[in-house]
């Protein structure tokens, strides 16, 4: 197969279109004024969740909706979005027809929901996302649901007469909207700007160049400079190429990513594109409202950082659940988190004997990959007293970890962002971590690195992926819990830490008004 050059020349090119900057039904106030967004995503939380996409997917549009914009979200229709009695979703489209290429049609159904001030369509069809029930992945098989969902995205907008000014992808699946809205999307969509987000450089997106066929796409396109590496078509890549913006989930991922350790094969385009002023870092937030402890009714007591005496209580409820015992003067480290490598579950067992004998006790919450499962079940049985595993997915007993541990930890080999650290410091509970991606960016331990100005401490934090490395640093902890004083500082530092969206939204809205500005630039030139 061919390889992709290190360096990518980035197509960011409209076709010619004329007299399309009146069109009706589009915003015309820019500059910090209202902006019509439709934000696009394949989970999006409440309504189906498999990670931190969708939670970014449920509360960053809230937070720019209250800055004023116009947001709406789209998501496909699952069975069990469809199917849920409570939602109460509402038919605006049926039988609409999506041509996918000049052969190949198929029909959507749009329906809609509106929390919270968000509108979010859902998009579904006879064919894909239908068959998918509560004891599978919500994601569809195979690459043809995700190239009808990308086409039936700009159908529903011209049905509905809402050209959105930005359309915001996130990830893979939605990679090939920035490709059909230059190439095939026609006038109506000629200013409509694009930003894609980045959550995970390691999930590409890499399906045959019968792909471009199936989109009526011109094998032309199956270039390096614009939809092809290592002889597959590339979605994420095409997304990167043709969008006006492209960012990541916090400032030290986008950097990270211009490496070869973590570009994951495309560090070449990464670095062209931040040499272009095309590559920005936004950091992600949390939802403050949802994950409160002064107000959550899933804990055992409500709490906050004037008032943290009842963090003991959901500490108590922990053990409870989990039909454990704590050991006296032992800090309790929590994770709940997906069973990989990449989440540096690896180092949890290998540094496992020397972190009991601190002692520190430790429970892991988590599905994913059954190798670790199976080691995790054998450390259970072997240190009972020390270790407790849980395989599977619970909110409830995820609530319990998050408010009843002292100790969170993160020790992952790449974290884009994350959202554990961020949840658990609303909690009280200090996160250790490796000092990667949003981890960097959000967790600060009281000695300052060479690269940071200092910091207020709310964690603990190590370098290397090295499993002596972090139990070093599991050991900082341990004996910062065993002085109270101190322990009651870090805590009132991570719990004061301020996630929410608030600085992220308006770093966001500002790069949406750069890619109206771009693309009102490229069209003007083109005119």
């Known amino acids: 197969m061919p390889h992709a050059k290190s360096t990518t020349i980035v197509a960011n090119c409209p076709r010619r279109y004329h007299g399309a900057r009146d069109l009706p039904g589009r915003s015309q106030n820019y500059r910090g004024q209202s902006l019509k967004v439709l934000f696009v995503s394949v989970e999006v939380s409440p309504y189906a969740k498999v990670g931190g996409l969708a939670d970014v997917a ?71 996302f239908n068959e998918v029930d509560k004891s599978e992945k919500i994601y569809a098989p195979g690459v043809d649901a995700y190239l009808f969902f990308a086409q039936a995205v700009l159908r529903m907008c011209e049905e509905l007469n809402w050209i959105p000014d930005v359309i915001h992808c996130n990830d893979w699946h939605s990679g090939m909207i920035p490709v059909l809205l230059r190439e095939q999307a026609g006038e109506r969509f000629s200013e409509t700007g694009t930003l894609f987000t980045i959550h995970n450089l390691a999930y590409q997106g890499e399906f045959g160049i019968d792909t471009l066929d199936k989109l009526g796409l011109s094998r032309q396109l199956f270039d390096h400079h614009r939809l092809e590496t290592y002889g597959l078509v590339n979605f994420i890549k095409s997304g990167c190429a043709y969008a006006d913006a492209v960012n990541t989930v916090s400032e030290s991922y986008s950097k990270e990513i211009q490496t070869p350790e973590y570009g994951c094969r495309l560090d070449g385009m990464m670095r062209h594109l931040t040499d272009h002023g095309r590559l920005h870092g936004i950091l992600n937030g949390i939802d403050q409202d949802e994950w409160n402890p002064a107000t959550d009714q899933r804990i055992a007591g409500n709490f906050d950082a004037d008032h943290p005496q009842m963090k003991s209580k959901c500490r108590d409820a922990l053990f409870k659940a989990l039909n454990w015992e704590p050991i006296e003067g032992a800090p309790v480290a929590g994770i709940v988190s997906r069973l ?31 190798w670790l499962a199976g080691e995790f079940r054998k450390l259970e049985k072997k240190y009972p007293k020390y270790f407790r595993f849980a395989q599977k997915f619970d909110v409830q007993l995820a609530q319990n970890v998050y408010s009843g541990c002292d100790i969170f930890l993160m020790p992952s ?18 996160p250790v971590v490796r000092a990667t991606g949003g981890l960097a960016d959000t967790v600060f331990e009281c000695t300052p690195t060479a690269n940071r100005q200092p910091q207020t401490p709310n964690g603990f934090v190590f370098q290397n992926r090295d499993h002596c490395e972090f139990a070093d640093c599991v050991e900082r902890a341990a004996k910062a819990f065993s002085t109270k004083a101190q322990w009651a500082q870090i805590v009132d530092n991570a719990m004061r830490s301020d996630h929410s969206w608030t600085v992220s939204a308006a770093k966001y809205e500002q790069l949406y008004l750069k890619c109206v500005m771009a693309r009102r630039s490229s069209e003007a030139k083109a005119s």
């Open 58 to 128: 449920g509360s960053l549009p809230t937070a720019l909706a209250k800055l004023g914009h116009d947001v709406r979200t789209v998501m496909p229709l699952y069975k069990i979005v469809e199917t849920n009695p409570d939602l109460k979703l509402k038919t605006v489209l049926s039988d609409v027809k999506v041509s996918i290429n000049p052969w190949w049609h198929k029909r959507a159904t749009v329906k809609e929901k509106q929390p919270n001030g968000v509108k979010t369509y859902f998009i579904g069809t006879d064919e894909w």
């Open 340 to 370: 990989s490598e990449q989440k540096g579950m690896d180092l949890i067992l290998r540094a496992a004997k020397r972190l009991f004998e601190l002692p520190v006790q430790i429970v892991v919450q988590g599905l994913g990959d059954p």
């Open 413 to 430: 080999a790449f974290e884009p962002c994350g959202l554990g650290q961020l949840i658990a410091m609303r909690y009280g509970t200090i």
